[in-house]
């Protein structure tokens, strides 16, 4: 799988849009990028994904550009139970669940 | 529905020892995959099954090793623990779409003394 780079960390206020920016410029045209969260001692938890068209759905916003060698991750309004590592990951399709992690972008949401 | 489910949530095991973990995916889900998560490692990849047969395997020492059941359940086990065992072992389930994602349950926390 292509390898992704993020920030290590970020802060972003509380209630404005948080843009967390990930590079993935070996991405192949089959492979989606995916998005998921840590909150401190759980279990990953899926965000969002998407092939070549941005996506939306009730968490967050998936923006891909159009070589697809980067994309942002939105969240429109940030909380403070929105503070954790973010992961954005670059996978094949095909039920492939091999999963490369990297180190993530730790976000703290600041009151 | 019931998410996924790992038991024990935590354990205290000693050098040389084995232990086994179970995962219960999310019914209707038949790929379990399995992740180990340390500070220094990150989260790094162990196994996967579908359909009780391992298809996808991470950098890790036979003493790791996996099975999964007729009803998807899965268990992992490591024999012969050492210290750098401790961590956190997340099991994951999807369905075997193209594209699924997966549903990652609370982890086992296992401590190695």
């Known amino acids: 799988d292509a390898k992704t780079t993020q920030p290590p960390s970020m802060d972003c206020a509380e209630g404005r849009a948080a843009n967390l920016p990930c590079n993935h410029s070996t991405i192949s045209g089959n492979e989606y990028v995916y998005w998921y969260r840590q909150i401190h001692s759980q279990g990953p938890q899926y965000i969002i994904h998407g092939l070549k068209n941005n996506e939306t759905n009730e968490m967050a916003s998936l923006i891909i550009t159009e070589d697809r060698k980067s994309s942002t991750l939105i969240l429109p309004h940030a909380t403070l139970r929105d503070t954790a590592v973010y992961y954005c990951i670059v996978r094949v399709g095909g039920g492939n669940n091999r999963l490369a992690f990297g180190k993530g972008n730790q976000v703290v949401v600041i009151p | 529905k019931a998410g996924v489910t790992q038991t024990p949530r935590y354990l205290i095991k000693t050098r040389g020892q084995q232990v086994t973990l179970s995962c219960s995916p999310i019914?209707?889900?038949?790929?379990v995959s399995w992740y180990q998560q340390t500070p220094g490692q990150g989260l790094q990849f162990l196994f996967e099954y579908f359909s009780e047969t391992q298809r996808n395997k991470g950098n890790f020492p036979g003493r790791f090793s996996g099975r999964q059941f007729s009803n998807s359940r899965s268990e992992m086990n490591v024999s012969t623990l050492e210290l750098g065992d401790s961590a956190l072992y997340l099991c994951?389930?999807?369905?075997?779409?193209?594209?699924?994602?997966?549903?990652f349950g609370e982890g086992s926390r296992l401590t190695v003394l």
């Open positions: 019914s209707g889900h038949r790929s």
């Open positions: 994951a389930s999807s369905q075997p779409t193209s594209d699924g994602e997966l549903f």
